[in-house]
């Protein structure tokens, strides 16, 4: 089997809604109650990401992945993630900016947040509503998986 993508963030930061974004799956995103496994993708609850109870859980579960990402969303107004917190999974991790769309986006503030917990790995803009950015991510988390 290939390796598959974990995506990690805060409640409602659109983890979701970019797997379905990934998926072109025109469905409304639910709240992730529990990990779920979709093809090539773990979609992870938000909680995982907020509470450091689940720490453990995240980093367990990633060693089924071939890359983690970090989803922040551009509208928050604070960082979720613990300042290096990628150093703590053994595989490469990227950043992945939702909602650059939205009216109150921050993107400069957005990636400084992921710059804190990632360092200077890479990170795509995205937007689930209008699709901007997604193809790009998905090529690359494509050829990541299948490698």
Known sequence: MSKRVMIIGAIEAGKSSLVRALFNDEQPARKTQALEY????????????????????????????????????ATRERNYFPPGFSQGFPQECIGVITKIDHPDADLQRAEAYLRQSLGDADIFRTSSHTGDGVPELRAFLQKIIQQ
């Not at 093809?39 to 990401?49: A, L, Q």
């Open 38 to 73: 979709r093809d090539w993708v773990i979609d992870t609850p938000g909680e995982y990401s907020e509470n450091p109870m689940f720490y453990r859980t995240l980093m367990a579960t990633s060693l089924e992945a071939g890359i983690v990402v970090m989803v922040q969303d």
